[in-house]
Structures are given as structure tokens and as C-alpha cells.
Nanobody, 126 residues
Framework: QVQLVESGGELVQAGASLRLSCAASGRVGSDGLMAWFRQAPGKEHEFVAGITWDRTNTLYAESVKGRFTVSLDNPRTTMYLQMNSLKSEDRGVYYC???????????????????WGRGGQVSVSS
């Protein structure tokens, strides 16, 4: 049984920084991948950033490159998303996703991921 819980979402001003966390419990595996997606009202899930469990590969949406950083802690129980220079278009519900199956690269496709957190709201005022 796998459970993902996001935390850290809040209301911030444009230009501010925020760090999201995704705590994973259960049999999360050791050779899969994790990713962050976000969803604005009326829109589909949008890939934001992802990382393989061995930390050798990361992938970012073009809209967040240079501003966001995805990482895993050493025990690989928590994934983080450091968000800097936040813009109003970054607002939305952010979801943590996990695929425990072996993978060597990060996928942008929501269908790749088996487990999902319930999401956390990030609001950015301008």
C-alpha cells in the first residue's frame, strides 16, 4: 500500500519562493520515478517536474526551467519542489505522483503514474 501526502502549499505574492513536499509511505520502490503535476480550474493535469529514484535524471516543463528544482531526500521518502520567482500562472493544485515500476527517464504523461496524492493548493497574488 502506497500513500502520498503533499504539504507546503499556501498563498504567496508574485516573486516569492515556496517549497512543496511529498511524503511517501508504504512500498514506494527504489527504481521508479516521481513527478509533480499541477491543475488549474477547467484545465487538464500539467507536468511540472520529475525525478528518477536514482537521481540521475530530472525533467522540467519549459515554463518552470530555471525557477523550480525537484529533489529527493537521501532515504527517498520525501520529494521536494523548490519554487522560486513564482508567477501568477504557477497557481493551481499541485499533485505528487509516483510510478514504482522500473524507469530510467522521467515521463511527462499523467498516465505513466500509478499513485497520486490528493493535491495541495498553491495561490499566487500579483
Amino acid at each position: 500500500q502506497v500513500q502520498l501526502v503533499e504539504s507546503g502549499g499556501e498563498l504567496v505574492q508574485a516573486g516569492a519562493s515556496l517549497r512543496l513536499s511529498c511524503a511517501a509511505s508504504g512500498r514506494v520502490g527504489s527504481d521508479g520515478l516521481m513527478a509533480w503535476f499541477r491543475q488549474a480550474p477547467g484545465k487538464e493535469h500539467e507536468f511540472v517536474a520529475g525525478i528518477t529514484w536514482d537521481r540521475t535524471n530530472t525533467l522540467y516543463a519549459e515554463s518552470v526551467k530555471g525557477r523550480f528544482t525537484v529533489s529527493l531526500d537521501n532515504p527517498r521518502t520525501t520529494m521536494y519542489l523548490q519554487m522560486n520567482s513564482l508567477k501568477s500562472e504557477d497557481r493551481g493544485v499541485y499533485y505528487c505522483a509516483l510510478d514504482c515500476r522500473p524507469s530510467t527517464s522521467v515521463s511527462r504523461s499523467p498516465s505513466q503514474y500509478v499513485y497520486w496524492g490528493r493535491g495541495g493548493q498553491v495561490s499566487v497574488s500579483s
